[in-house]
């Protein structure tokens, strides 16, 4: 196989070495009104299965535990949950080799591997997550509640769809997002309060200057204050806060400051104040922190804070009547249309992998709501933002 730094090709093996698969790509970008399809090619040994039917699975599971149950053989029910499965059989192959080719590095990798390879091709149904991961504490090892995808080869007896041991083989994927191209409106958000013994009213207003942010990518935060009381407001606080509810196992919320400043400004009564804060929301600043939604992470990589997960400016006071919240979009940009354009690359460069579990994680969207408003829901996790 001819090799080449312009792209990549992933490979794993059984235990026995029966079944293989290769793929071009483990990140699927949803664009909102369509998902990049999951392809590949499954590589098997003849002469291992003879007698046996070879399939290949598309899953998304919820867990909640310790990811490696699995592999010590501990009953795993009580930790997964299949959201999603589907199931195809690829050998005996169940129509023409041709008409099962759907990309071109499909068609590069049957030309490179030979007749021992064979095509598989999955479409992603509309409600499914992106990657996503609920970090437990940095002691807590047992509680990780996260949501996995994975493409799973293997070797069957007959008609029967149970993988045989050391006959299957896992290859984690990842389902992501990129912000959108269209800008929005910069948000914000306003409050007028009224107080006993008090004529005049205090008008607060918090401006951001856009509607979506990237990942290390500073936050301005215009906070506007009119003072007509005859009140002090002091002890001005701004905060970026993470908003989760845990819907499954239990009916948690968590709502995690991942910046905040407490500036200790001062407005005094009959007097006006305007000032500019500046956050960063980094996940290196939040390390120790429990229940911070992350992006799925192939493994040995590091990730960052989630995104698309409600996200919100809390403007606030030592007054308890008066706070101000302001929601935005905390996302990565969508890469170069060249880089992308590089899987089309005739090299193939194969990588290999080597590791037993490799878990990805993610989150859904609501059916019923417009996928542009970006309000997501699950079974086992909710996360919500307007735009």
Known sequence: VSTSPKHVVFKKFSRDKSVGVYMARRDFVDHCDFVDPVDGVVVIDHEQIKGKRVHIMLSCSFRYGRADLDLVGMPADSYRRDLFLCTRQVYPPLQDRERSVHTKMQEKLLNKLGNDAYPFFFEFPDNLPCSVDLKPGPKDVTNHCAVE??????????????????????????????????????????????????????????????????????????????????????????????ITNVVLYSNDKYMKPVASEEAGDNVPAGTSFKKVYTLLPLLSNNREKRGIALDGKLKHEDTNLASTTMYVINTDFLLPEVAVEVPFRLMHPKPDPGKLRNSESPHVNLFSINSTSLCRYSRVFRPSQPRERWVESFHVTQWHLTA
């Open 149 to 242: 995808f994975e493409v799973k080869a293997f070797c069957s007896e007959g008609q029967d769809e149970k993988a045989l041991k050391g006959s299957s083989v896992r290859l984690a994927i990842r389902k992501i997002q990129y912000a959108p191209e269209k800008k929005g409106p910069p948000p914000c958000g306003e409050t007028t309060c009224e107080f006993a013994m008090s004529d005049k009213p205090l008008q607060v207003k918090v401006t951001l200057d856009k509607e979506t942010y990237y990942h290390s990518e500073p936050i301005n935060i215009s906070v506007d204050i009119t003072n007509s009381t005859n009140k002090d407001v002091n002890e001005i606080s701004v905060a970026v806060e993470q």
